[in-house]
């Protein structure tokens, strides 16, 4: 709750008296444990965009995490999970994304850099669907530059292209939600990476699932 809130002053508090009783097992639970609603203390504070806070739990959860343990802070550890990535884009934190992003680089393999914007199942909703999905056009923007930091021009494709079966796309999503002004940006950048026979897939199904 405190991170929620950005009440910086408390969580100093806290972490100081946890590290008096809790073993260091325990204390991953701080930054990894999920409340009913499946979120972490990371994921709120990215969500309220408390960049402070966000910066100190960063800090203290390098004394405990693993590099391993670390890469849960950025990646969906299960289907259906949301994280601190995930909810900065649904919100338009631009500058929460900005600082997760520079972190990811420090903990994450170029491989799994990837899935920072690439479902890894049929399931599993990227940022780049969530900010399609609520319209977060400056969020798009700076998602657009940094995949072309790590994907492929192959990859690419599959920002606008379902990969699996029954899978939707960043452009089933915003045309859902009526976002004509991401409607029109997705399709721009489409045109960058597709093939004329790709671009109809865009408006076309391709079997009986999609």
């Excluded at 590099?67 to 802070?73: G, H, I, P, T």
């Excluded at 520079?102 to 170029?110: A, F, G, S, Y």
């Amino acid at each position: 709750m405190a991170a929620e809130s950005g009440h910086i002053e408390v969580l100093h508090k806290l972490w100081e008296w946890a590290k008096e009783v809790l073993t260091r097992e325990e204390l991953k639970d701080v930054f990894l444990l999920e409340d009913e609603s499946q979120k972490t203390s990371w994921v709120m504070a990215a969500e309220n965009d408390q960049i402070e806070v966000l910066h100190k739990l960063w800090e203290w959860s390098k004394e405990v995490l693993t590099q391993e343990e670390l890469k849960y802070m950025f990646l969906p550890e299960y289907e259906f999970q949301s994280t601190a990535w995930h909810m900065a884009a649904k919100y338009g934190q631009i500058e929460v994304l900005h600082e997760l992003w520079e972190w990811t680089k420090e903990v994450l393999t170029q491989e799994e850099l990837k899935y920072m914007f690439l479902p890894e199942d049929e399931f599993q909703s990227t940022a780049w669907h969530m900010a399609a999905e609520y319209g977060q056009i400056e969020v798009l923007h700076k998602l657009w530059e940094w995949t072309k930091e790590v994907l492929t021009q192959e990859d690419l494709k599959y920002m606008f292209l379902p990969e699996y079966e029954f899978q939707r796309t960043a452009w089933h999503m915003a045309a859902g939600q009526g976002q004509i002004e991401v409607l029109h940006k997705l399709w721009e950048w489409a045109k960058e990476v597709l093939t004329q026979e790709e671009l109809n897939y865009m408006f076309l199904a391709r079997d009986e699932f999609q």
